[in-house]
């Protein structure tokens, strides 16, 4: 009987790590063709998750979407992916930074302990650098998503522009998972 038991747990546990398996990889850097450097804000410990492959609406188990985190609960520079991206007055030492695909629009997600998500998702400028981080405005409220455009300026230092918000929703045929992140 105990056997069974085992036997069905194991069964259980194999086909439920299968279905979460790509949801759960971390974001991997495009090596090749059109893309765009994204540097994430590594202090926030919510996660953030990307979907590079947005067209209409926010595939949820498309391949290439992972999350930036590497670490839960604490943060230090062993955490840094540092590419050598260009930096803006705000941008903090502990970040990570990827090559993301600029084929399609991309949708980022702030996911909040308590499952709440705020997403920002934008039509990318092929070459050019982004960056993230969850501005804090109160102890009440959560941190909201903000994306902006880094770019030279005429003088030589670079500077920041909001980008504009497709507002995407996740994609509804049905054939997604049950949690909407």
């Known amino acids: 009987m105990l056997k069974k038991w085992v036997l069905a ?3 259980v546990i194999n086909l439920t790590g299968c279905s979460v398996a790509t949801y759960s990889h971390k974001l991997q850097d495009v090596e090749t063709g059109d893309r765009v450097g994204i540097t994430f804000d ?7 998750r990307v979907y590079p492959e947005t067209k209409t609406c926010i595939n949820l188990d498309a391949k290439d979407n ?4 590497n670490a839960i609960g604490f943060q230090t520079q062993l955490n840094n992916k540092l590419m050598g991206f260009p930096e803006i007055p705000e941008t903090p030492e502990l970040r990570r930074e990827f090559w993301v695909s600029a084929k ?5 997600r702030m996911i909040q302990p308590n499952g709440a998500y705020d997403t920002v998702s934008f039509r990318p400028k092929v070459g050019s650098f982004y960056y993230v ?18 770019y030279k300026t005429d003088k030589g230092y670079y500077d920041r522009k909001p980008v504009e918000d497709l507002k995407l929703k996740n994609c509804e045929d049905g054939s997604f998972r049950l949690q909407h992140f």
């Open 66 to 69: 992972g999350y930036t985190n």
């Open 42 to 48: 590594n202090r926030n410990l919510d996660y953030i």
């Open 104 to 108: 399609d629009n991309i949708a980022i």
């Open 9 to 11: 747990a194991g069964l």
């Open 133 to 150: 981080t969850g501005l804090f405005t109160s102890q009440y409220t959560p941190r909201s998503l903000s994306v902006v455009e880094v």
